[in-house]
């Protein structure tokens, strides 16, 4: 199982940015799926999350401002984020609780992460 993550990039305050995530592998079945980020100085904290009913979370400062979709035909999780801040600069990394196999245990898988740099 192998995670990609796709779209950092420099963004100015107030900008918008689209990550994407793609999962791939032998997958029986993938329940939730993740964006962390992990900021200069602070520890890796979760972003927001999307569960397979497509029930959604959000630390508090993304509410309004970030949007988590899942899409599971295309094993790809995506984070939209709106009006962003300097404080959101971090390395952003997916991750995703699957199921290998039938058989396999419930098992969290972490894409490489992508730099946002949010200037202002």
């Known amino acids: 199982v192998q995670l990609q993550a796709y779209g950092g990039g420099l963004v100015q305050a107030g900008g918008s940015l689209g990550l994407s995530c793609v999962v791939s592998?032998?997958?029986?079945?993938?329940?939730?799926m993740y964006w962390y980020r992990q900021r200069p100085e602070y520890q890796r904290e979760l972003v927001a999350g999307v569960t397979s009913e497509d029930t959604t979370n959000y630390t508090p400062s993304a509410k309004g401002r970030f949007t988590i979709l899942r899409d599971d035909a295309k094993r790809t999780v995506y984070l939209q984020m709106d009006s962003l801040a300097p404080e959101d600069t971090a390395v952003y990394y997916c991750?995703?609780?699957?199921?290998?196999?039938?058989?396999?245990?419930?098992?969290?898988?972490w894409g490489q992460g992508t730099l946002v740099t949010v200037s202002s």
């Open positions: 592998g032998d997958i029986f079945s993938i329940h939730a």
């Open positions: 991750n995703v609780l699957l199921k290998a196999t039938r058989l396999s245990p419930w098992t969290n898988y």
